[in-house]
């Protein structure tokens, strides 16, 4: 067996105290629970060095939720620009284009171009295509006139 022996401290002749050593439980909060929950003590990190983080992404990784991130942002555009243009308006009826010659009148255009009984319908129609104020025409003016 081995024996132990006990030696009693001697007093030092220094005039300053002697700095003590800071407990760990000061240096890491987790080591203030029960001896299971204290942290064992780690070597010293260089200086500089990152702690390892929790997630790392692979070069693929970061291919994939690149995708994802263009796929996301496809999809939301996609679903923003997809709403209808469609009105309820007819679109514009077809046309043709006359020239007023002397002696024309609005009626006796409308009579031409639009079968029997249609005459009042067919000068409405013209006056709205061509923004006419009034059923005055002049020589030469071009107007837009329902096709046949």
């Known amino acids: ?31 203030h629970g029960s001896p299971s929950t204290r942290t064992a003590p780690t070597a010293p990190r260089a200086a500089g060095a990152r702690s390892a983080p929790g997630v790392r992404l692979t070069r693929r990784g970061r291919w994939v939720v690149t995708l994802l991130i263009l796929g996301a942002i496809l999809g939301l555009s996609l679903v923003v620009s997809s709403g209808s243009v469609a009105t309820g308006e007819r679109g514009a009826p077809a046309t043709e284009q006359v020239v007023v010659e002397q002696g024309d009148t ?27 104020d009034s059923s005055v025409l002049v020589e ?9």
């Open 140 to 148: 030469g003016q071009v107007l837009a006139v329902p096709a046949a």
């Open 1 to 31: 067996m081995s024996t132990m022996t006990m030696t009693r401290p001697t007093r030092s002749t220094r005039t300053t105290p002697v700095a003590r050593a800071v407990p760990d439980a000061r240096r890491h909060p987790a080591a």
């Open 106 to 132: 609005l009626w006796g255009i409308a009579t031409r171009v639009g079968g029997p009984g249609e005459t009042r319908s067919v000068m409405l129609e013209i006056e709205q295509l061509n923004h006419l």
